[in-house]
């Protein structure tokens, strides 16, 4: 039996503690590529999976990426045993 992990980014729907929203909101849009629609989902206050499937370096960087943006995400990892055969 062998254990695949895969990774998931959660972002607890808010900015990081300290942050300026309108900021936040400027590098989303203009460093990252984000669309309104995007980011208003992303920051309506609500925890939600915005990526799922990554493997853990992809989802390390993802992680980076909106924590310095200013967004408040963690990441989780899910593993599954597959059987061999």
Do not use: P
Not at 13 to 39: C, M, P, S, W
């Amino acid at each position: 039996m062998q254990a695949e992990s895969n990774w998931q980014l959660i972002a607890s729907g808010d900015i990081q503690a300290g942050q300026d929203r309108d900021k936040v909101i400027e590098v989303l849009k203009h460093r990252l590529g984000f669309n309104d629609t995007y980011i208003d989902k992303l920051l309506n206050g609500q925890k939600k999976i915005i990526k799922k499937n990554l493997d853990q370096v992809t989802a390390y960087k993802y992680r980076q990426a909106l924590r310095t943006a200013g967004v408040d995400v963690e990441i989780k990892e899910l593993r599954t045993e597959i059987n061999s055969v």
